[in-house]
DNA sequence: ATGGCATATCCTATATGA
């Protein structure tokens, strides 16, 4: 199983670099960032024809996110993280799909820093925080993938001298990153790669691209019921190099769910073993 | 301190992104 987040930069101006994408790597799950759509421009039957189920959060100009699932339709189970109603930035959405628990993100950027974006978006990651207690404990198997507009260290970035101000790097956004990371939750592309420089998005300017001046900021991080599984993760790069690219390339992990660790039985229901159904 | 580029919409100008 393939689970892949991707941060599109505007659904509608990159749908034939979504469709090509799916097309050629194929992945069972897409998490979707940054739809910059309303709900009704969203273009499901594309997506429908080239084999994927959505469940989608538009609005608009600005975030919007979406889920994507082949062969099986995804079950929503939240489109809000909980913790503040007048919140209304289409930023989360969690559900089922095939048996895992797959959570889409797109945590806010921040900048400028310091200022009210900084601190929505400490606000906000405290919610997720919050929020992601209940999930990595649950006995589920779990994903949280999206962009976290974090890089985790400086050893995520081509260089981090001139983004030392950068809302990205400040030692409070990656300090909720590291809490969440404590709570039992496994960063993906650091357990399978922890030696190699690894970057998942590079911005328009200066040729970052060209000069491979990237930063890793888009994230699978799974919960200790679905680590076991993960078998590999990496970034497809090739689409960051197409025309028309958007600044962020596809991150995913493949996992093995036969690896599933049986669930723990309550007591309870453990010592009914012997009676047998009749 | 600014800008480099790209997306969106209240579109020949401005807000946002990272």
Not at 3 to 28: H, M
Not at 178 to 204: E, K, M, N, V
Request: hydrophobic share 40%; proline share 8%; net charge neutral.
């Amino acid at each position: 199983m393939k689970i892949a987040t991707y941060n599109v930069n505007g659904i509608k101006t990159r749908l034939p670099n979504l469709l090509e994408w799916l097309e050629r790597e194929r992945p069972d799950v897409a998490c979707l960032q940054e739809l910059k759509a309303l709900d009704g421009a969203f273009p499901q039957q594309p997506l429908l024809e080239a084999g994927y189920h959505s469940l989608w959060k538009g609005q608009r100009s600005w975030n919007g996110v979406a889920i994507l699932s082949r062969s099986v339709e995804p079950v929503e189970i939240r489109r809000e993280l909980p913790g503040d109603p007048s919140d209304d930035h289409s930023r989360y959405l969690e559900a089922a799909v095939d048996g895992v628990m797959v959570v889409c993100l797109y945590l806010p950027n921040g900048n400028p820093q310091p200022g009210p974006k900084f601190d929505y978006k400490l606000a906000w990651f405290e919610r997720l925080i919050a929020h992601a207690e209940g999930l990595c404990g649950s006995g589920h198997p779990v994903v949280m993938a999206g962009d976290y507009n974090v890089v985790p260290t400086d050893f995520d970035i081509y260089n981090p001298r001139s983004w030392l101000k950068d809302a990205l790097l400040q030692p409070e956004s990656r300090d909720c990153y590291q809490r969440l990371l404590q709570q039992g939750w496994i960063d993906s592309i650091r357990q399978l790669h922890p030696d190699q420089a690894i970057f998942t998005f590079w911005d328009y300017f200066r040729k970052h691209w060209e000069r491979d001046a990237g930063l890793r900021i888009d994230h699978l991080l799974l919960n200790p019921r679905l680590a076991p599984c993960l078998l590999e993760a990496g970034v497809d790069r090739w689409v960051r190099g197409q025309a028309h690219a958007s600044d962020h390339a596809p991150t995913w992990v493949k996992l093995d769910r036969a690896r599933l660790a049986p669930q723990a039985v309550p007591a309870a229901r453990k010592s009914r073993r012997s009676s047998k159904p009749s």
